[in-house]
């Protein structure tokens, strides 16, 4: 068995289903481009899930306030939905599993307007352990110091980030922690990994975690290949030392 490989084709997959789609376009339809890209996405996401799970486009709304539009609402269909039409619904914040952004390409400009939306967006599930996240297709760089620090600022509340999860290209991989990976003692702080075209599916392996109560965690060999992915990290940065 060959799970390296076997998660590496995910990533394939997305890939070759993003570029089949700019192909067949110009550039005076990248706003459908980015549409559709977020449609493939919620179709290899749609894939993995339990049944009681629904993959959509569409809103928060807590009875006072609702967000903007989410790219991708991950939510539990055993509560009821204020509206659905499609594949937009409107939700309240109980029923919410997990918020993305989809996004085709960021940079380091890109990354403030990108993050303090899902802050906004995240505010109105602070009560619920959400998995909130940004899978951008494409990151313009290679890694630098910069770009953890960059991250740290803008989701930093407190000492602590509602954000959890960063895909930036196939390789670069940012997860915010509480426990240290290491030693399990409480924490703030993110830490960033060249995962090679495993990023993508680190980011929807962990979004299956949080949806599943740990039960990814549990069998973790067959849903993480890496023995250990903190031998590929390349920074960390807490955010209480920031606050």
């Known amino acids: 068995m060959d799970l390296i490989n076997y ?3 995910i990533g394939e997959e997305i890939c070759s289903a993003k570029n089949r789609i700019r192909f067949l376009m110009n550039e005076t339809h990248f706003p459908t481009d980015g549409e559709l890209k977020e ?3 919620r179709h290899v996401i749609r894939r993995y899930t339990p049944e009681h799970i629904k993959i959509a486009r569409g809103f928060i709304h807590n009875g006072e306030e609702c967000s903007s539009q989410v790219d991708i609402l991950v939510y539990d269909s055993r509560y009821p939905v204020l509206f659905k ?3 937009l619904v409107f939700v309240t914040p109980d029923s919410v599993r997990a918020v993305i952004e989809a996004k085709t390409r960021q940079n380091i400009t890109d990354l403030r307007e990108t ?3 899902l802050n906004r967006i995240a505010e109105l599930v602070t009560d619920i352990n959400c998995f ?3 899978f951008s297709y494409e990151y313009e760089r290679e890694y630098s110091r910069n770009l953890i620090e960059r991250v740290s600022e803008i989701t930093n509340v407190g000492g602590r980030s509602y954000i959890n999860h960063l895909v930036l290209g196939k390789n670069l991989f940012m997860k915010y922690w509480t426990n240290d990976p290491i030693t399990n003692e409480e924490c703030s702080k993110w830490h960033i990994y060249k995962l090679k075209d495993l990023s993508y599916a680190y980011f929807i392996n962990n979004l299956l975690d949080y949806i599943s109560n740990g039960a990814v965690s549990i069998n973790h ?3 993480f290949p890496l023995d250990s992915k903190e031998r590929f990290k390349l920074d960390e940065i807490s955010l209480e030392e920031r606050a």
């Open 85 to 87: 039409e499609g594949d």
């Open 39 to 41: 449609s493939v996405l």
């Open 7 to 9: 998660y590496k084709s």
């Open 132 to 134: 909130i996240g940004l």
């Open 115 to 117: 993050l303090l939306t």
């Open 221 to 223: 060999r067959a849903w």
